[in-house]
T-cell receptor
């Protein structure tokens, strides 16, 4: 059975800290890995990763995929209170399977 | 979410009633997913379609749940004989091939 496991499940840090969120996957016929941010509403797309070792970057957020070790990380540098959210990782083969998410809380 | 409209936004129903939740992709996305999401948790896969064909319904909890997408566009998720444990946010997402999926705003279902 395909599965995606995220860690930690929750994380509390102070504003300005750097955080690393982890995602491991077991997805047959893997095609890509997706990261989303969810605040109070619908999940919003952050990154899609298909190739190992190529970092994707958007402002203070970056992500990388390791297809050999079957994991991905999402880094957020210089965190701000607006980064507080649930971060979702998903594996895609012919369907999209999500992990349980990491709930990140940034203290001012 | 971009390109996906769900209705109703909120639905309160009495236990034992049937409900139908609608997902309307504004443009013709190929793949359409249904998820159920508990508060603070990741979306739980229910079923998905490519065009009108239901490709996988392994996530539907039991036979009270069904979904259709007869013309490859609008989809309906139906829950028969609702139970309190069915209360959740139900989200639809659409996707073009190997690209990101866009989520609708969801339907918050409450069974009383």
């Amino acid at each position: 059975e395909d599965k995606v496991v995220q860690s930690p499940l929750s994380l509390v840090v102070h504003e300005g800290d750097t955080v690393t969120l982890n995602c491991s996957y077991e997805v047959t016929n893997f095609r890509s890995l997706l990261w989303y941010k969810q605040e109070k509403k619908a999940p919003t797309f952050l990154f899609m990763l298909t190739s190992s070792g190529i970092e994707k970057k958007s402002g203070r957020l970056s992500s990388i995929l390791d297809k050999k070790e079957l994991f991905s990380i999402l880094n957020i540098t210089a965190t701000q209170t607006g980064d507080s959210a649930i971060y979702l990782c998903a594996g895609y083969n012919d369907k999209i399977i999500f992990g349980k998410g990491t709930r990140l809380h940034i203290l001012p | 979410g971009a390109g996906v409209s769900q209705s109703p936004r909120y639905k309160v129903t009495k236990r034992g009633q049937d409900v139908a939740l609608r997902c309307d992709p504004i443009s013709g996305h190929v793949s359409l997913y249904w998820y159920r999401q508990a508060l603070g948790q990741g979306p739980e896969f229910l079923t998905y379609f490519n065009y009108e064909a239901q490709q996988d319904k392994s996530g539907l909890p039991n036979d009270r749940f069904s979904a259709e997408r007869p013309e490859g566009s609008i989809s309906t998720l139906t829950i028969q004989r609702t139970e309190q444990r069915d209360s959740a946010m139900y989200r639809c997402a659409v996707q073009w091939g190997n690209t990101e999926a866009f989520f609708g705003q969801g339907t918050r279902l409450t069974v009383v």
